[in-house]
Nanobody, 116 residues
Framework: QVQLVESGGGLVQAGGSLRLSCAAS????????MGWYHQAPGNQRELVAV???????NYADSVKGRFTISRDNARNAVYLQMNSLKPEDTGVYYC??????????WGQGTQVTVSS
């Protein structure tokens, strides 16, 4: 089992930036897709960004042009650079790894709070 641990969340003013990190306990080379999910208070967990093992990325419309997902397979890590943050970005961000056969790994989440 791969353990995922997020870090980098915090309190930031609107328009500011944060860089979230997801550290895996073992190699992520075998994990087809890594992603970040956002769960706002009272809402369901929603996909923010994904990156494949080949480096292809996709983003939710709400974060396009503001967030960038990246992965460093050698360091077993995935990152989410969050720029131009908005209050609606507030919530818990979860790191996700999805195997080709559909199994999901989840981190414990890291809190991001964006003030007006």
């Amino acid at each position: 089992q791969v353990q995922l641990v997020e870090s980098g969340g915090g309190l930031v003013q609107a328009g500011g930036s944060l860089r979230l990190s997801c550290a895996a306990s073992s190699s992520i080379l075998s994990i087809d897709t890594m992603g970040w999910y956002h769960q706002a208070p009272g809402n369901q967990r929603e996909l923010v960004a994904v990156i494949t093992s080949g480096g292809s990325t996709n983003y939710a419309d709400s974060v396009k042009g503001r967030f960038t997902i990246s992965r460093d397979n050698a360091r077993n890590a995935v990152y989410l650079q969050m720029n131009s943050l908005k209050p609606e970005d507030t919530g818990v961000y979860y790191c996700n790894g999805r195997e080709s056969y559909g199994f999901d790994y989840w981190g414990q989440g890291t809190q991001v709070t964006v003030s007006s």
